[in-house]
C-alpha cells in the first residue's frame, strides 16, 4: 500500500470517526436538553457527552497535525533562512512521533487497567472510554510518520495541508 494510500484511508477513518462522535454528542446533548426543558433529563446523556468528545479529539489530532491547527511556531521557524524551516519542521514531526511511540505502552496499560472498571451511568467498560487516548496517539504517530516520509523522500515540504480549509 502506498503511502498516499495509507494517508487517505487514515484521513477517511478519522473523519468518520469524528462524525460518529459528534452525532453521538449532538444526540446526546438534545436529549439532555429536551429533558431538561419537559421534566428532567437522563444522568447517561452527561456521561455520554463527555466520552464522545474524548473520541472527538483522538480523531481530530491527526487532522489538526495535517491542516496545521496544533500548535506551532511558525513565526519563528518560518522567519529563519535556507533550509532551517524544513529541518525544524522534519525535527518536529520527529519529536511527535517519538513521544507517541513512547506514550503507546502506557496508554495500553492504562486501557487495561480499565477493563475492570465500569461507567456509572452508561454502564460501559471503561477501557473502551480510555481507548480513545491510545486511538489519539496511534493516529498522531501515522500522521506524523507519514509526514517524515514524504518530507524525507522529498514528496513533502511539512508544510500545513490548508486544502482542507472551507471558506
Not at 32 to 44: A, C, E, I
Amino acid at each position: 500500500m502506498s503511502v498516499t494510500r495509507l494517508e487517505t484511508f487514515f484521513i477517511t477513518l478519522c473523519r468518520a470517526g469524528i462524525l460518529l462522535a459528534f452525532g453521538a454528542l449532538i444526540l446526546s446533548v438534545l436529549i439532555q436538553v429536551l429533558g431538561r426543558t419537559f421534566g428532567s433529563s437522563p444522568v447517561w446523556t452527561e456521561e455520554l457527552t463527555r466520552f464522545a468528545l474524548l473520541y472527538i479529539a483522538a480523531f481530530g489530532a491527526g487532522l489538526s497535525l495535517r491542516s496545521g491547527d496544533l500548535v506551532n511556531v511558525d513565526i519563528v521557524c518560518e522567519s529563519l533562512k535556507g533550509n532551517w524551516p524544513w529541518r525544524l519542521r522534519l525535527l518536529s514531526a520527529l519529536c511527535t512521533a517519538g513521544l507517541c511511540t513512547i506514550l503507546i505502552l502506557p496508554a495500553w496499560q492504562y486501557v487495561s487497567i480499565g477493563r475492570l472498571q465500569t461507567s456509572p451511568a452508561v454502564e460501559v467498560r471503561m477501557d473502551f472510554v480510555h481507548a480513545s487516548v491510545l486511538v489519539l496517539l496511534f493516529i498522531l504517530l501515522v500522521f506524523s510518520l507519514i509526514r517524515i516520509i514524504g518530507m524525507v523522500l522529498g514528496s513533502d515540504q511539512g508544510l500545513p495541508d490548508r486544502k482542507e480549509e472551507v471558506s
